[in-house]
């Protein structure tokens, strides 16, 4: 449900704030009085495109806010798919126009143009002319009948996506062409190569590491051992080495180290010292040996690291890759040996996958022409309550050339609005009027689903008057029980229906600026009002009589349908 519009800067409204309710909401006002704007702002808000001619002049922004109540699962699992969760069951969207560009949020989180679009659909329904011309489109039909099919066709309906998800993906195999044996024997040539190539290297992981350093130790083993005897002639062996003169500085200590406690500590910790080296000594004589130079090991390291190196620029940067790669391969070898089997076993799914397919799409077909039969009998209504007496409408299911991905039917509107003429194709209407009322009694037909949803009517009343116009008034009257209705009107008839009537106009401010405002209306305002609706000018006793009457009218039609 819509709870509130707020606009800033936007064409001729500075700023303007709108609570709307449940029930029905009527905007009316004088033509040019900015209620377009209004329903525009709106349209902007929910993704329509806006540039900066939209900013009101001499402001940096235009802003358009609408907060709506999360009030169905439907809306909130659509907006988890965006990972927006409702504020105290609320969602505020937000648009700012800027000159050179737009931002999008969703409760303070941005958000894409295609993702408002995609959340606007299950919010609200907003219906004007162009709106009303979608009738005229047969692939509109189809829709429109499923939304009104029960809980027993929607199950049908998922059970038959799921069928045509598993055929679109096995006839677009089936259909790929065939390998012929020349290249299939030359594919699996190739791939033998490579895996043999691959296997017969017996790769390990991270092994190029391990096999650099040790190639770097093998290249460089002379110098490491010349450093390593250098350094313990050093320690031992040279003249001046490090182990005499600690020793010699150890029998120094030794004749004082009792006089002194200090003097005995920094004896001991001389005398580690002189360990120290001792094992040290030994440790680099030992590791000395290990570093002789060794021809054939290095060969063997360089051999490995240059195999290691071509593996990975043919079949990778790592050897990681190259495993990967080798996993792959396999797997492609599997499949080109098993080919034939595989292909006949696709094959074979294909065609039950068709039959389970049609057998399900049969049943959307039937479940399709025995929803149709209630379908008609309730537009048949609906039009006889819009004032279309003896109107004849007759839902045509014919079968499609192919699958899609609701069925294989074809559903089209015939209509008859005149007695004695025959039924025609729904496009065949050219009156905005009729069209506007059609749509109203196909949206009455499908409203009642156990949600409140919010629609928004403009230009409902186009080219209708007199009774049609009470025939109207009273449908949305209905419509508004269960659902939140937004109808923008000139028609005194439904605006004496609202709920909740609001009164847009526009005057022009002491800075000579047009500014259009909005005001919520109490009884004595929706009076004043329907009788400007009527034609009065100068506060008419007689206009002001009418307009009591038709609200009266009005108000006793929705006590009646209410008890």
């Known amino acids: 449900m819509l709870l509130n519009l707020h606009v800033k800067n936007f064409a001729i409204i500075d700023e303007i704030d709108i609570d709307f309710s449940e029930g029905l909401n009527i905007l009316t006002g004088e033509t040019g009085a900015g209620k377009s ?42 907006l988890s798919e965006y990972d927006i969760i409702p504020e105290n069951d609320e969602v505020l969207i937000q648009r700012k126009i800027m000159p050179t560009r737009s931002v999008f949020k969703v409760n303070s989180e941005n958000v894409t143009v295609s993702a408002i679009k995609d959340i606007a659909c299950v919010l609200i329904d907003v219906y004007g002319q162009h709106d009303y011309q979608n009738l005229l489109n047969q692939r509109k039909h189809i829709e429109i009948l499923d939304s009104f099919c029960k809980n027993d066709f929607e199950k049908a309906l998922e059970k038959y996506k799921k069928t045509y998800a598993e055929y679109l993906e096995l006839k677009k195999i089936s259909e790929s062409p065939e390998i012929d044996e020349v290249k299939r024997e030359r594919e699996m040539s190739l791939l033998e190569y490579q895996i043999n190539e691959i296997e017969e290297a017996s790769l390990k992981e991270n092994e190029e590491e391990e096999v650099k350093e040790r190639l770097s130790v093998l290249e460089n083993a002379s110098k490491i051992q010349n450093t390593l005897m250098s350094v313990k002639g050093l320690i031992n062996e040279n003249e001046g080495n490090a182990s005499d003169s600690v020793d010699a500085s150890l029998r120094e200590l030794s004749g004082i180290s009792n006089l002194d406690s200090n003097l005995g500590e920094l004896f001991e910790d001389l005398n580690t010292i002189s360990a120290l080296i001792s094992d040290f000594e030994r440790k680099i004589g030992r590791m000395a040996e290990d570093y002789e130079a060794n021809e054939e090991e290095l060969d063997r390291y360089r051999a490995r690291f240059d195999l290691i190196n071509s593996l990975e620029k043919k079949y990778g940067r790592t050897i990681s890759d190259v495993l990967e790669y080798l996993d792959e391969k396999n797997k492609e070898l599997d499949e080109l040996k098993d080919y034939e089997i595989k292909r006949i076993k696709v094959l074979e799914d294909f065609e039950n996958i068709k039959e389970e397919l049609k057998k399900e799409a049969g049943e959307l077909t039937k479940l399709r022409k025995k929803y ?85 009517f403009d230009e409902i009343d186009s080219g209708i008057s007199g009774v049609t116009a009470w025939k109207v008034a009273k449908k949305l009257a209905v419509l508004s029980l269960n659902n939140q209705i937004i109808c923008i009107t000139h028609l005194q008839q439904i605006a004496s229906m609202a709920d909740i009537h609001f009164e847009i106009r526009k005057e022009v401010s002491d800075d000579s600026r047009t500014n259009t405002y909005i005001d919520r209306l109490d009884e004595e305002g929706e009076i004043k009002e329907i009788a400007r609706m009527l034609g009065d000018e100068f506060d008419s006793d007689k206009f002001r009589e009418n307009a009591i009457e038709i609200k009266k009218q009005a108000m006793d039609f929705k006590k009646q349908i209410s008890e």
Do not use: H
């Open 372 to 456: 149709a039969v209630q379908f008609e009998k309730a537009i048949i209504n609906n039009l006889t309550d819009l004032n279309f007496n003896q109107s004849e409408f007759k839902v045509v299911i014919s079968e499609s050339e192919d699958y899609r991905p609701n069925g294989k039917d074809k559903v089209s509107f015939e209509i008859s609005v005149n007695p004695g003429e025959p039924l025609k194709p729904l496009e065949s209407i050219s009156s905005g009027g009729e069209l506007s009322r059609i749509m109203l009694a196909l949206k009455t037909c499908g409203a009642d689903n156990g949600n409140l949803q919010t629609y928004i």
């Open 37 to 78: 704007i209004i329903l525009g702002s709106l349209n902007i808000a929910l993704g329509a495109k806006a540039d900066k001619d939209f900013i009101r002049s001499g402001c940096e922004y235009a802003l358009v806010e609408i907060t709506f109540r999360a009030d169905s699962k439907e809306v909130i699992d659509k």
